[in-house]
């Protein structure tokens, strides 16, 4: 037999070839030192084992040196073989596991059926290789939405999870920009409007009952919060409630800004159960978030609680998009139906669903188009 055109056998291609410098390197100390393991071969001359050093003998021109497996769990050989000399990842074992999920138990097809009857189980393989079953889910799910990142968690270069965070990104970009589309040919509502605006210039075209929003919380953006209690002053009617919700980490600074030029009310809380954004620099879990309260004047409204909570963010649309279901819970214990609610960091448009969902009147701004289109699109909808 040509050594070139030997076959492989299905199971020598569960773990990744050699590349680039490894492989080159590999050749260099095979045509220096000749072949020294072996190449092990099935009871059918099928290379089971030793794919690098067989393309690097026939690179270099060195002889190739085989040995017979005579058993029939080629398989589990092959694995316990390649474990024992690879020092691979958790990302990368369940690459392979994938790989060997629903291959016969012994890794043969040309024997009788009994000695295959059972084939390998996504959990038997995920055992196999020491890893999580739910690494070996993550690893398949990624394959099929994008198949792209297979070779690179093959190769070490990039982990399950972070694999499955593209996706999802993918994903949700994806989504957006379907949604946007389609938000682009909206007509303007009696009930609602959403500009593309910055709230430093932007002229409302009303006076609103409530502004209820959520400001970016990043340190960069501290200073818009206290823009955000200047403005409040013109777009509030008298005695018009201003609700911002916002992170801790800076909540001191907060306060002092925007007291300066707006009337501190209260503080409510707004639970978010199992949400676990750990706070390391602080060693804290929060486990709920502060809406602060400033009025514009003496408020006269419906009388509220001050515990309000959140079902599960929702990031698909946007990345620090907040649940419809905890924005309905600040809205309908808050505001009364035909009121007006302003939001001058829609996003994707969350505020604005739960306003015309509990029957407020609603008008929002964003500095992202794409954010406006989206929110139009949501808005559009539910009004529908």
Same mark, same amino acid.
């Given at each position: 037999?040509?050594? +070139?055109?030997?076959?492989?056998?299905?199971?020598?291609?569960?773990?990744?070839? @050699?590349?680039? &410098?490894?492989?080159?390197?590999?050749?260099?100390?095979?045509?220096?030192?000749?072949?020294?393991?072996? %190449?092990?071969?099935?009871?059918?001359?099928? =290379?089971?084992?030793? !794919?690098?050093?067989?393309?690097?003998?026939?690179?270099?021109?060195?002889?190739?040196?085989?040995?017979?497996?005579?058993?029939?769990?080629?398989?589990?050989?092959?694995?316990?073989?390649?474990?024992?000399?690879?020092?691979?990842?958790?990302?990368?074992?369940?690459?392979?596991? +994938?790989?060997?999920?629903?291959?016969?138990?012994?890794?043969?097809?040309?024997?009788?059926?009994?000695?295959?009857?059972?084939?390998? $189980?996504?959990?038997?393989?995920? $055992?196999?290789?020491?890893?999580?079953?739910?690494?070996?889910?993550?690893?398949?799910?990624?394959?099929?939405?994008?198949?792209?990142?297979?070779?690179? @968690?093959?190769?070490?270069?990039?982990?399950?999870?972070?694999?499955?965070?593209?996706?999802?990104?993918?994903?949700?970009?994806?989504?957006?920009?379907?949604?946007?589309?389609?938000?682009?040919?909206? *007509?303007?509502?009696?009930k609602w409007n959403v500009w593309q605006a910055d709230i430093t210039t932007w002229q409302?075209? !009303?006076?609103?009952?409530? %502004?209820?929003?959520?400001?970016?919380? *990043?340190?960069?953006?501290?200073?818009?919060?206290?823009?955000? &209690?200047?403005?409040?002053?013109?777009?509030?009617?008298?005695?018009?409630?201003? =609700?911002?919700?916002?992170?801790?980490?800076?909540?001191?600074?907060?306060?002092?800004?925007?007291?300066?030029? =707006? /009337?501190?009310?209260?503080?409510?809380?707004?639970?978010?159960?199992?949400? +676990?954004?750990?706070?390391?620099?602080?060693?804290?879990? *929060?486990?709920?978030?502060?809406?602060?309260?400033?009025?514009?004047?003496?408020? $006269?409204?419906?009388?509220?609680?001050?515990?309000? /909570?959140?079902? /599960?963010?929702?990031? /698909?649309?946007?990345?620090?998009?907040?649940?419809?279901?905890?924005?309905?819970?600040? =809205? +309908?214990?808050?505001?009364?139906?035909?009121?007006?609610?302003?939001?001058?960091?829609?996003?994707?448009?969350?505020?604005?669903?739960?306003?015309?969902?509990?029957?407020?009147?609603?008008?929002?701004?964003?500095?992202?188009?794409?954010?406006?289109?989206? $929110?139009?699109? !949501? %808005?559009?909808?539910?009004?529908?």
């Amino acid at each position: 037999m040509n050594e +070139s055109d030997r076959p492989y056998h299905e199971v020598s291609s569960i773990f990744p070839l @050699m590349q680039g &410098a490894d492989f080159e390197a590999l050749k260099t100390d095979i045509k220096q030192n000749g072949l020294l393991e072996p %190449i092990w071969i099935d009871r059918d001359g099928k =290379i089971i084992d030793g !794919r690098n050093r067989h393309r690097a003998c026939l690179d270099t021109g060195t002889p190739v040196k085989f040995r017979t497996y005579e058993k029939d769990d080629v398989l589990t050989f092959v694995i316990g073989l390649n474990l024992h000399r690879r020092h691979l990842n958790e990302t990368q074992r369940a690459v392979v596991a +994938s790989k060997i999920a629903n291959m016969p138990q012994g890794g043969r097809t040309d024997i009788t059926p009994s000695a295959n009857l059972h084939k390998v $189980s996504q959990p038997k393989a995920a $055992s196999m290789l020491n890893v999580s079953p739910r690494t070996v889910a993550t690893v398949k799910a990624v394959e099929k939405e994008a198949p792209e990142l297979l070779e690179k @968690m093959e190769r070490g270069e990039i982990t399950a999870h972070e694999a499955s965070k593209k996706v999802a990104e993918k994903k949700r970009t994806q989504e957006r920009k379907e949604i946007a589309d389609a938000g682009q040919s909206v *007509p303007k509502a009696d009930k609602w409007n959403v500009w593309q605006a910055d709230i430093t210039t932007w002229q409302a075209p !009303r006076q609103y009952d409530f %502004i209820i929003t959520d400001p970016p919380y *990043p340190k960069e953006y501290l200073p818009l919060y206290e823009v955000l &209690a200047q403005r409040a002053n013109e777009w509030l009617k008298p005695g018009g409630l201003l =609700i911002a919700m916002c992170g801790q980490s800076y909540l001191n600074q907060i306060y002092e800004m925007m007291s300066k030029h =707006i /009337e501190y009310y209260w503080t409510l809380a707004y639970l978010t159960p199992g949400q +676990s954004a750990s706070l390391w620099q602080k060693n804290v879990i *929060p486990k709920w978030k502060p809406l602060l309260v400033f009025a514009n004047g003496k408020y $006269s409204g419906k009388m509220f609680g001050d515990v309000y /909570e959140s079902g /599960e963010n929702s990031k /698909e649309l946007h990345k620090w998009g907040q649940s419809e279901s905890g924005m309905f819970d600040v =809205i +309908s214990g808050i505001c009364l139906p035909g009121q007006y609610i302003l939001d001058p960091f829609c996003g994707a448009g969350t505020t604005g669903v739960a306003a015309i969902k509990h029957g407020c009147l609603f008008d929002g701004i964003d500095l992202d188009q794409d954010n406006v289109n989206i $929110s139009k699109g !949501r %808005i559009n909808d539910e009004t529908a």
